[in-house]
């Protein structure tokens, strides 16, 4: 009883708080409603940059370069080159007695310090910008003939212009031993990363300490390697296949090491549940393991992909120079992008090093888009499905039913005609 | 009243574990058998590449003397006098002088791109990291040697002018006091080239560093700033020791990379088979170089001393990773391992 009692107050209480019910005389005024209605609250903590740190960043911005170009331009007292350097100076001098005239030293060591950061992190954008915009500069001359992607060097003097020869021998070349490689690594690389995560054991061990190591062979020595064991002692000549084969031992071990990393992402209740199910351990990895992490799989060979075809080095001692197109990856020299790149530039003749810049402004264009690929699947984290995996999933499990409904129903026919057989099962 | 399970008893006199067995179907143990071959076929290819480099190598070794073979700078495999003193010393200078440059520059952007950064910027900085690491090596070799070294040989001259006094910035044959411009002296040195490799190196010192502060604890972040101390008094006393394995581990495997670079020195230095302490000067040289521009004029013996050389190399990287992947592998608490 004592608990209605106790109700009854609660209840009037809030409808009087409740701001539609018309008071009828004056009503108390709670507190919390006073405050509520009074100004908003103070702001406590402010996040990002204040208008006086953006003031004073613009202010010694400006006052840097301008020092830069008195002392550079004005007066001549310094070399041009040296522009960058002295107004970036001046401007973090600058800046640190702007902050010091309303902060105190920890939060001017503090402003200084984002400073500096942001600076590194901007050193590292901007040698980017400046790699990819120099090599496309340099390459524009040549890269705008259409010649360029449709013939390869033959004929072509070392007084030819521009608009004769080309990279399609490189471009032929490139692929064919990308893919070869790809053919050895992709099959060869899954499966060892699925042996490393899902059979495990001490060869297991033995097997990812040497995959470990071998991530330290240096591109070179592999190169050294495959020159030594194929070049000289079995095909006496350098070829595209001898390249690939560079390639594969450099791409083998980016390739397990990423599965494996991905592979080890899968949760392991997952598994569980396959098993519990009554699958056995290959169903699990082909039908519950491998589709949970396709995105990042994918993302590992299109990176190593990437990598790859980059290889200078190997292909170098590997696959020989020639001008000529040769689509025969076993026999006679077969020279890839990167390689065409290196030998062009190596010639004292403009022309020829135009081509070589042109070359390796197409090298990075492909290397581009096969990243921006990859970031575009590997977006995903495993096991979450975009909308349409799902419904197409959903439509996988529709399309199962029947199977389902009919192995049940033939189930039932046998229980019946055989009763023997139903009793069996059930005990 | 309470029910008794049929076996409850026993299961409390014995208090052992159920048996559990597990059956594998047919197909299942294909499977283990396949996966198996292909583990046995990367080791058996793994093993073929380093027992092969391992057995010319120490047998070129072997002619010549290991003491010899180390201490000899010359570099004439047809006369049977050669050894690696002098590209060895290249090497280390040429990752020195990366290493120098590639470190602060990989720990500022890392701490920019975990601790100042947000929002898309964060996101696209990442991502800009992950590109520089798959930009070929030879768009990196031909921008240093057709952009960089033109542009920063005044900064050489400059530097061995003012402190030359400093043994290794010191260069010979030339007359600072000279009108002319002469940079000719200061090109296809150590220190251009490891300018050029420091800027190959810098993305995977900055996405292991990234991703070893990007696990500093919150708790302790908050904490920090509670106490009152500022974001640059946090990261001191969090994020950089938590985050020490990760900055040792990524600048190590960042000099691995170094070591092992070669078409960008390549593309660079003039070749000198002597030691050379001026880093600023011109002349150097580094083992990976060295094989790519002399395996063209091989026979079978020289052969076996670049092989000898190539070991070399490939003993120094994997000491220097496996050492890197210990470190990061000790920072790293058990807890977050399992997934």
């Keep these: ?427 | 009243m309470s029910t008794v399970l049929p076996g409850t008893r026993a299961a409390e006199a014995q208090d052992v574990p159920r048996p559990l067995q597990q059956l594998l179907e047919q197909q299942d143990y294909l499977f283990r058998a396949v996966t198996r071959v292909g583990g046995g076929i990367v080791l058996a290819v793994m093993a073929l590449v380093g027992l092969f480099l391992a057995g010319n190598g120490i047998g070129a070794i072997g002619e010549v003397g290991l003491g010899t073979f180390l201490t000899t700078q010359n570099w004439a495999p047809e006369t049977n006098d050669f050894g690696i003193a002098a590209v060895l010393w290249g090497t280390v200078q040429i990752a020195a002088v990366a290493l120098a440059v590639a470190m602060p520059l990989a720990l500022g952007t890392a701490l920019f791109i975990t601790e100042v950064a947000t929002g898309w910027l964060q996101k696209s900085l990442t991502s800009l990291i992950d590109l520089l690491a798959a930009v070929p090596s030879v768009v990196f070799g031909l921008w240093g040697a057709y952009m960089l070294q033109p542009n920063v040989v005044d900064f050489s001259k400059w530097l061995s002018t003012w402190f030359g006094w400093i043994p290794f910035l010191q260069v010979d044959g030339v007359d600072p006091g000279s009108p002319l411009r002469d940079t000719v002296p200061y090109t296809a040195s150590a220190f251009i080239a490891g300018l050029v490799v420091a800027m190959m190196i810098v993305p995977i010192q900055t996405s292991i560093m990234t991703e070893s502060f990007r696990r500093a604890p919150t708790g302790e972040r908050e904490g920090a700033y509670a106490l009152g101390a500022t974001r640059l008094g946090m990261i001191g006393t969090v994020v950089l020791p938590f985050g020490r394995g990760g900055i040792i581990g990524g600048t190590m495997l960042g000099l691995g990379r170094a070591l092992g670079e070669t078409i960008a020195i390549y593309l660079i230095i003039s070749p000198v088979y002597a030691i050379n302490f001026h880093v600023l000067e011109k002349g150097a040289n580094s083992i990976a170089a060295m094989i790519a521009l002399k395996y063209s004029e091989s026979n079978e013996s020289a052969m076996g001393a670049l092989m000898a050389a190539g070991l070399t190399l490939f003993v120094i990287t994997m000491l220097v990773n496996i050492t890197a992947s210990a470190i990061m592998a000790r920072s790293r608490s058990g807890a977050e391992s399992e997934g």
């Design chain 1, 1 to 427: 009883m004592t608990a209605t009692t106790d109700d009854a107050p609660v209840t009037l209480q809030t409808t009087r708080l409740t701001p539609a019910a018309e008071p009828l005389g004056p009503a108390t005024e709670l507190p919390l409603l006073a405050k509520q209605s009074g100004a908003p609250e103070e702001v406590r903590v402010r996040l990002g940059a204040g208008r006086h740190h953006v003031f004073s960043l613009a202010g010694a911005a400006a006052g840097g370069l301008g020092m830069g170009l008195l002392l550079t331009v004005a007066l001549g007292l310094i070399p041009l080159g040296w522009l960058f350097i002295v107004s970036y100076l001046w401007f973090l001098l600058l800046y640190t007695a702007l902050v010091h005239l309303r902060q105190r030293a920890p939060a001017v060591r503090n402003s200084l310090m984002t400073v500096l950061l942001s600076s590194a992190g901007a050193a590292v954008a901007g040698t980017l910008g400046l790699v990819v915009m120099f090599t496309f500069a340099r390459g524009q001359d040549a890269l705008f003939h259409l010649t360029f992607f449709t013939t390869d060097m033959t004929g072509v003097g070392p007084l030819s212009g521009l608009d004769q020869g080309g990279v399609l021998h490189a471009l032929v070349g490139t692929l064919e031993q990308i893919a070869i490689a790809l053919t050895i690594t992709i099959p060869l690389g899954l499966t060892t990363a699925v042996f490393l995560n899902e059979v495990g054991g001490r060869q297991a061990r033995v097997v990812r300490t040497v995959v470990e190591a071998m991530t330290a062979l240096p591109s070179v020595v592999a190169g050294l390697f495959i020159y030594a064991a194929v070049v000289m002692s079995i095909t006496h000549q350098t070829n595209g296949f001898a390249a690939s084969l560079a390639i594969t031992v450099l791409m083998l071990p980016i390739m397990i090491r990423s599965a494996d990393v991905v592979l080890r992402l899968v949760p392991g209740n997952l598994r569980e549940a396959g098993l519990a199910l009554g699958a056995g351990q290959w169903r699990v990895v082909w039908h519950i393991v491998l589709p949970t992490v396709r995105s990042g799989l994918t993302t590992g060979v299109i990176l190593a992909t990437a990598h790859g075809i980059g290889e200078t080095a190997p292909v170098m001692l590997t696959s020989g120079f020639t001008g000529v197109m040769n689509v025969n990856p076993f026999a006679g020299p077969q020279t890839p992008l990167p390689l065409a790149a290196l030998d062009y530039v190596r010639s004292p003749v403009p022309e020829m090093v135009a081509r070589g810049f042109a070359t390796a402004a197409f090298l990075l264009s492909v290397v581009l888009v096969l990243f921006i690929l990859a970031r575009s699947i590997g977006g995903q984290d495993a096991g979450k499905q975009t909308q349409s995996q799902s419904r197409r999933m959903a439509a996988r499990s529709r399309r199962d039913l029947p199977r389902i409904q009919r192995n049940h129903a033939r189930l039932l026919a046998r229980r019946a005609a055989n009763p023997s057989d139903n009793l069996q099962e059930n005990q």
